[in-house]
């Protein structure tokens, strides 16, 4: 009897426990969503202009659209020129990284000065303009 009853243990012990295995992959998925590094778009499509001297920019970065029709978009929210500054001196306090411009090759000469001022004014020591490469 004592022996049937043993047999039976030790076939109920063969299966292997899944929970610890379960409990580290939820863990790591948490860890990877966690440290996951977002890039936050304009929202809007420019039509960038080519250049050859292009070259890839670190993720980290402010982006900021200027469309065909003169608008200027953060996060997708119409910020207008006014809103540049205020935008890019309350995002480098969080952080110093690089402000990166996408302009239209329709935007005249004037408005993109004003919003590359602005970026400077805020503080933004590196301001560069997306492009695509030829």
Do not use: C, W
């Amino acid at each position: 009897m004592q022996q049937r009853l043993g047999q039976r243990l030790e076939q109920q012990h063969q299966g292997i426990d899944m929970s610890p295995l379960l409990d580290v992959v939820f863990i790591l998925l948490i860890f990877f969503i966690v440290t996951t590094v977002f890039v936050r778009e304009t929202g809007v499509d420019v039509d960038k202009p080519q250049a050859v001297s292009a070259s890839q920019l670190e993720q980290l970065v402010i982006l900021i659209a200027i469309t065909d029709q003169g608008a200027v978009y953060y996060d997708g929210s119409n910020i207008g020129v006014d809103g540049v500054q205020p935008t890019v001196e309350q995002l480098l306090r969080e952080r110093t990284r690089p402000v990166v411009l996408q302009v239209d090759k329709t935007v005249p000469a004037d408005l993109l000065v004003k919003v590359l001022d602005a970026a400077k004014l805020a503080g933004a020591s590196q301001v560069s303009l997306a492009t695509v490469a030829e």
